[in-house]
């Protein structure tokens, strides 16, 4: 069995132009047209058994429509493999009645974006968040590292995250990228063996760039793979998630860079699903 920790999906109406826009910025390939159902067309093609929706909320008044909206499609998200989080915007103030109505509604998690939010990952309005989702035993999910379009600034440096981590203690706290994108350095020299989970989106082997435009994509910084493979066993492989990030990688391409890692089957095993299903309370 196949989880996919990452990935995005956007109202179908307007996800091709959603995915269009995104790929300029970053001037890197999407890989779907970013619908649920071109997902789950991605997830048949790669036997991805289950993928993680992750809305990433760009501003406080889309927080309750777009929440509600997800709650309304789980059944019909959940028949398409696609379990999906919520959102949360660091300056949306009625959070906690928010993150409740997710939970009630039985959304496993939420998703933060701290590049997208322009809001540091260690601001109070964010670790107020963590606070009360950890109370609520959900999970949290977070960009980390510099973004691919946006990088003049690191909104979730490993410096801010273990200032977090002393400050709020979060039980399920999921790093997308490996801990920091583009800070490889510091992520394996601090961050590995924290009580923390790595995601893999978007870390391993290279960037494809978008057809359309005028500009390369920002340096590719993805983990080599004898580097991925010592930072994965030095956090410790029970704490790494397989996560593609798609749109934005080819499910099927990310498995096969990940199956070609010199690991053994037993660790590929439970990062491609053991440690998801058990994070996620699947059978």
């Not at 809001?119 to 960009?143: C, K």
């Not at 749109?247 to 860079?257: F, K, L, N, V």
Request: charged residues 25%.
């Amino acid at each position: 069995m196949i989880i996919d920790f990452h990935t995005h999906t956007f109202p179908k109406k307007v996800s091709a132009g959603i995915v269009e826009k995104l790929a300029a910025r970053s001037c890197s390939a999407p890989f779907t047209d970013g619908s649920a159902d071109d997902l789950a067309a991605s997830m048949k093609r790669a036997n991805v058994k289950w993928s993680v929706n992750l809305p990433v909320m760009t501003y406080a008044g889309q927080v309750e429509k777009v929440n509600s909206s997800l709650i309304a499609q789980q059944e019909e998200l959940r028949a398409q493999g696609i379990i999906t989080f919520g959102g949360i915007h660091p300056e949306y103030e009625d959070f906690r009645r928010e993150l409740r109505r997710l939970k009630d509604a039985g959304i496993p998690g939420i998703k933060l974006h701290p590049a997208y939010q322009g809001v540091d990952f260690d601001d109070p309005r964010v670790m107020r968040i963590l606070d009360f989702a950890n109370e609520l035993g959900m999970i949290v999910l977070t960009h980390s590292g510099i973004d691919i379009g946006i990088y003049e600034h690191d909104y979730c440096s490993v410096a801010q995250i273990l200032h977090v981590l002393k400050e709020v203690h979060p039980d399920r706290l999921v790093l997308a990228h490996m801990g920091g994108w583009a800070r490889w350095d510091a992520v394996e020299r601090d961050l590995a063996g924290a009580p923390v989970w790595l995601d893999t989106a978007f870390s391993i082997g290279p960037v494809t760039p978008w057809p359309k435009a005028d500009k390369p994509p920002f340096r590719s910084m993805n983990l080599a793979d004898d580097d991925f493979v010592r930072l994965t066993r030095k956090h410790g492989t029970d704490r790494v998630l397989f996560a593609t990030d798609s749109p934005w990688e080819d499910q099927a391409d990310y498995i096969g860079r990940m199956e070609r890692m010199p690991l053994t089957s037993s660790e590929k095993s439970a990062i491609f699903s053991g440690n998801a299903a058990a994070l996620l309370g699947l059978a």
